[in-house]
Each structure stands twice: as structure tokens, then as C-alpha cells.
């Protein structure tokens, strides 16, 4: 069974940073782009950053300058680091995979359970 496990939320002061971690596991192929999404309560889930196997990277606009997105693809984790948080960052944080697993024939969405970033002011 495949899974993705996300680690390091929890509670910063405005302007601190968080590193957040996100490790596939299980009988992977290949994986494909992964990233990091984001829902606040009472909003819709959002793009935070994503990035391609080749280190392609992608960021949502309210995040550009302060986050910064990497891989380890030996290692099939994604990391987020978040740098100059704001109160507006708080939320849930998701990780996301697009991945095969091993005896498939074609890539699925997988999601980790959510980590909580709580920025206070």
C-alpha cells in the first residue's frame, strides 16, 4: 500500500519559519510531480507550490518570495519550507503525489492526511 506521511506543522509566530516533510512510502513505480496544498477553515483547498520530478517548480502568487519547495527523489519526499509566515497562512497543509505504484499500469493522486501550520499574530 502506498501512503504519504507529512510531518513538522505546528504553531510559529508571525514572521518564523516551518519546515514541512512529506515521505511516500509503499510499492512505488515512479512518482511524478508532488506538491503541497492548503485549506483554511471555511475555504476551498488551494495550490500552495509544486514541483516535477526534474525540479521544476511552481508557486502560488500569496506564497512567491517566501516559500520555497524541494525534493528527494532518492528518498520520494517533498519538502516545504516556510519562511516569513503570515496569520493568512494558517491552515491544513497537504501533500500530494502523483504517482504509480509498482504492477500499475497508470499514475494516481495520492494525498497525506494534513498537517496543521497555526500562525499566530
Known amino acids: 500500500q502506498v501512503q504519504l506521511v507529512e510531518s513538522g506543522g505546528g504553531l510559529v509566530q508571525a514572521g518564523g519559519s516551518l519546515r514541512l516533510s512529506c515521505a511516500a512510502s509503499?510499492?512505488?513505480?515512479?512518482?511524478?510531480?508532488m506538491g503541497w496544498y492548503r485549506q483554511a477553515p471555511g475555504k476551498q483547498r488551494e495550490l500552495v507550490a509544486t514541483?516535477?520530478?526534474?525540479?521544476?517548480?511552481n508557486y502560488a502568487d500569496s506564497v512567491k518570495g517566501r516559500f520555497t519547495i524541494s525534493r528527494d527523489n532518492a528518498r520520494n519526499t517533498v519538502y516545504l519550507q516556510m519562511n516569513s509566515l503570515k496569520p493568512e497562512d494558517t491552515a491544513v497543509y497537504y501533500c500530494?503525489?502523483?504517482?504509480?505504484?509498482?504492477?500499475?499500469?497508470?499514475?494516481?493522486?495520492?494525498w497525506g492526511q494534513g498537517t496543521q501550520v497555526t500562525v499566530s499574530s
Open positions: 509503499g510499492s512505488i513505480s515512479s512518482i511524478n510531480a
Open positions: 500530494n503525489a502523483d504517482l504509480k505504484p509498482v504492477g500499475w499500469l497508470r499514475f494516481y493522486d495520492y
Open positions: 514541483i516535477t520530478s526534474g525540479g521544476t517548480t
